[in-house]
């Protein structure tokens, strides 16, 4: 049995499957989900779970080389603007349009709870060496 680590085994395989510059998606419960594109729904209400829980445990586990927001984040969600912000990781911003259109070519989508506007992201997979 997987003794530590991300216990929900969907995306420990994700995980486990990245190569270099594949992505993934943190997203809140309105991002619309393209077809094609595998969905990891782990909603349960609105706010459970919250983006910045599974953010944080994502990325605990996955070497990233860029994160991807949708510059509205910085003026629609500043609270969370902020703290994502603290990372050490590359970040770059596109109009939620163009995010949207990203997302269609991403590994998995994971789906949280989150509740609040513009409370997405793309994890772009770094190399570990």
């Known amino acids: 049995m997987y003794k530590t680590g ?15 510059t594949d992505r ?4 809140d419960c309105g991002l619309p989900i393209p ?9 349960l ?5 919250s983006f910045e829980n599974v953010f944080e445990i994502v990325l605990k586990h996955m070497s990233v080389q ?3 927001f949708a510059e509205e984040i910085k003026t629609e969600n500043k609270a969370l603007f902020e703290k994502v912000s603290q990372t050490k990781v590359e ?16 590994v998995a989508i994971i789906r949280t709870g989150e509740a ?3 409370a997405n ?4 997979s770094d190399v570990l060496f």
Do not use: Y
């Open 66 to 68: 860029k994160m991807i």
């Open 35 to 43: 077809k094609g594109v595998r969905k990891i729904d782990l909603a």
């Open 91 to 106: 970040q770059q911003f596109v109009s939620h349009e163009t995010f949207k259109v990203l997302t269609q070519d991403t």
């Open 116 to 118: 609040t506007p513009f």
């Open 45 to 49: 209400t609105f706010g459970v779970p």
């Open 121 to 124: 992201v793309i994890l772009e």
């Open 6 to 20: 991300i216990l929900n085994s969907d995306i420990s395989k994700v995980l486990s499957d990245l190569g270099h």
């Open 24 to 27: 993934i998606v943190i997203a």
